[in-house]
């Protein structure tokens, strides 16, 4: 077999300087021939890719949570009260829906009408 068999990535390349710099390269240990360009192409295995840093899935995880976290955050950023006038307009009623006053209302009534009974 000759280099064309091989990848580029089963090659290691030795440097030795004796008389001068001379370069040569060695197959790795683990080097299979697996480029065959006279056979079907079938028979020669494409060279994959490594994944990258974000493709794993301990990264798409992290990714993930910090997202999560970002988010939540944001959300009870926008919950906080920074001064009275804040307060006041998230209290203020006529910004909510009116059904929820009336079913408020009669809630309130049903329980003084109970306590009332009670007592």
């Known amino acids: 077999m000759c280099s064309l068999h091989f990848r580029e990535s089963d090659f290691l390349t030795e440097t030795k300087t ?3 710099p001379i370069q040569r390269r060695i ?15 079938y028979l020669s295995k ?3 890719e490594a994944r990258t840093a974000a493709a794993t899935s301990t990264v798409r995880r992290q990714n993930a949570i910090k997202k999560a976290e970002d988010e939540a955050n944001k959300f009870l950023e ?8 804040e307060l006041r307009i998230k209290f203020d009623r006529s910004s909510l829906d009116s059904s929820i ?3 408020s209302d009669q ?13």
């Open 18 to 20: 004796t008389q001068g």
């Open 27 to 41: 197959l790795t240990a683990m080097a299979i021939p697996s480029i065959f360009p006279n056979l079907p192409h």
């Open 46 to 48: 494409p060279e994959t």
């Open 107 to 119: 809630v309130r009534s049903n329980i003084l009408n109970n306590f009332k009974i009670n007592n």
């Open 78 to 85: 926008a919950d906080n009260i920074h001064s009275l006038t």
């Open 101 to 103: 006053f009336e079913f």
